[in-house]
């Protein structure tokens, strides 16, 4: 096997969308947190992180994929959240009801809080109240980005992010596959790629020595995770544990503790799982390989 330990990047884009200020929220700016927390539900942080979107310069992102932006109508200095009543039903700003968790690329320093007008912990990034655009229902969908000319996906210094050329074709840009942890809802920790499409193992494989049980029909509703550009691990995954094995045909599929990594197909959309017990042998992966656990709610 082989490993190639690195960050974090992401694939996809796209453009639309508008909103509309209101009433503001009330200034109320608490320190970062560098680290795990917990609200009295234990329920898990909400993870901020830096990817890279093909015709983007580096934007934050949520732990489950979702792109964050920032409202120019909004203001910093105190931070107040300028989007309410109306401008809701497009944007949902970023809360921390369980608090939040900062990855490498953003200074922790730069990220806290303003209490909203109804009580919510909104995030903040250099002041800027962050948001999710209501329609990004794909994987690293970016359709808010640019709307009404006063929305802009945000940079990790609080600034707006740029776009950038078009990529080239898919196995020639150069950009490695990416493979990084995430926490979904009723989930145990899981394994996601660069976009947020959710990784998995198949029982059927073998792994002394690592071969895919997967061929034929089976690739009809399982796509190998395939590193053609290499690969990039983020630091919540022990790169050691990654490796490769050559398919037949002589496609770098990934490994996991040996164990080969797949999508499910019919996962399209943020956080989907559809995968996860299918025939009782796919099962999403967890960050040591073995099955991810589904947890109570």
Wanted: glycine share 12%; proline share 8%; charged share 20%.
């Amino acid at each position: 096997m082989s490993t190639r330990p690195l960050i974090v990047l992401i694939v996809a884009a796209a453009l639309a969308g508008c909103g509309a200020p209101a009433a503001r929220s009330v200034p109320d700016v608490t320190g970062p947190a560098t680290g795990p927390a917990s609200g009295a539900g234990g329920s898990a942080p909400l993870v901020l992180r830096v990817a890279e979107l093909d015709g983007f310069s580096p934007i934050v992102i949520s732990g489950d994929g979702r792109t964050v932006y920032r409202f120019d109508r909004d203001s910093t200095d105190p931070p107040a959240s300028e989007c309410w009543t109306m401008c809701l039903k497009t944007w949902e700003p970023v809360l921390a009801p369980d608090g939040f968790r900062v990855e490498t690329g953003i200074e922790p320093q730069m990220v806290g809080t303003v209490t909203r007008l109804d009580g919510g912990k909104q995030l903040t990034l250099d002041g800027w109240p962050m948001y999710h655009f209501r329609k990004d229902v794909r994987l690293g969908q970016t359709a808010g980005h640019g709307a009404g000319n006063v929305w802009f996906a945000i940079g990790p210094r609080g600034g707006k992010a740029e776009q950038a050329a078009a990529p080239a074709k898919p196995g020639t840009s150069g950009r490695p596959q990416v493979l990084r942890v995430a926490y979904l809802d009723r989930f145990s920790p899981v394994v996601i790629n660069g976009t947020g499409r959710t990784v998995y193992r198949y029982d059927r494989d073998r792994t002394n020595p690592p071969k895919s049980a997967c061929t034929g029909e089976c690739l009809e509703r399982w796509e190998p995770v395939l590193a053609p550009d290499g690969v990039q691990i983020d630091a919540t995954l022990d790169a050691s544990l990654v490796g490769v094995i050559t398919r037949p045909g002589g496609a770098q599929q990934l490994t996991l503790d040996s164990r080969p990594l797949y999508y499910f197909r019919t996962d399209r959309k943020l956080g989907q799982t559809a995968g996860h017990g299918v025939g009782d042998d796919w099962f999403a992966v967890s960050p040591d390989g073995s099955r991810a656990k589904r947890v109570a709610s």
